[in-house]
């Protein structure tokens, strides 16, 4: 059972924001978040690892509702170099598999 | 600098005419993964190595083996391609297991079957 992510893709002028959303069926130890470029790897961005928990990364944050078992990662005044799919990766509680479970992925394109 | 570097970039093989992909790794991380990436799809995990514990997916393929002779390579064997084995195969590792540890992930060898 693959996590959701929603919207599937999103469109966006330079200085726009945008919010991604990442939902699970299972309940979460942690949400990872990477972004993939067009025919490059994942690079990771953050990890939350307790509910409530809220990050940041220069423009690029992300928070994690553990009892909605979900978690959004929030784009803020674009950058052309924000372009890529992103990814959500999570960890479910109570099965000892010390792997991800990456979600169906967000295409979001930047334009000037 | 440290990194995860996989080799080839590219390959192409044969239907049915084995193909191993390798990867390697300087940052001593004790866990390392295979994925399997199609197009606009997320990656999928096929198997992981902590040490030399191996883990293998319950739904990959008995087509698909890996070999990890110590802490800095691994490999992947694919017996006999299908042309439904066409894709990107990714290498990452973490530095340990556990939900709060990151995944460095190699480029990629984009597999190509005829």
């Known amino acids: 059972q693959q996590p959701v992510q929603s919207p599937q893709a999103v469109i966006l002028r330079e200085g726009e924001d945008a919010v991604i959303n990442c939902s699970s069926s299972?309940?979460?130890?942690?949400v990872h978040w990477y972004r993939q470029k067009h025919g490059e790897a994942p690079v990771f961005l953050m990890i939350?690892?307790?509910?409530?928990e809220q990050k940041g990364h220069e423009k690029i944050s992300a928070s994690f509702n553990e009892k909605k078992q979900q978690s959004s990662l929030y784009l803020t005044a674009s950058q052309l170099s924000y372009s890529g799919t992103y990814f959500c990766?999570?960890?479910?509680?109570?099965?000892?598999?010390?792997?991800?479970?990456f979600g169906t992925g967000t295409r979001l394109q930047v334009f000037p | 600098d440290a990194m995860v570097i996989q080799n080839p970039r590219y390959q192409v093989t044969q239907f049915g005419k084995p193909v191993t992909l390798s990867c390697s790794q300087t940052?001593?991380?004790?866990?390392m993964y295979w994925y399997q990436q199609k197009s606009s799809q997320a990656p999928k995990l096929l198997f992981h190595?902590?040490?030399?514990?191996?883990?293998n997916e319950a739904d990959t393929p008995d087509n698909f083996q890996s070999r990890r002779p110590n802490t800095s390579f691994c490999f992947l064997d694919i017996r006999s391609p299908g042309l439904g084995d066409a894709a990107m195969y990714l290498c990452?590792?973490?530095?340990?297991?556990?939900?709060?540890?990151?995944?460095?992930f190699g480029p990629g060898t984009r597999l190509t079957v005829t």
């Open positions: 990452a590792t973490s530095a340990n297991r556990g939900f709060s540890y990151e995944q460095y």
């Open positions: 299972k309940a979460l130890y942690s």
């Open positions: 939350l690892l307790k509910g409530g």
């Open positions: 990766g999570t960890e479910w509680k109570g099965y000892n598999t010390d792997k991800l479970i």
């Open positions: 940052l001593n991380h004790n866990v």
């Open positions: 190595y902590y040490d030399k514990d191996f883990n």
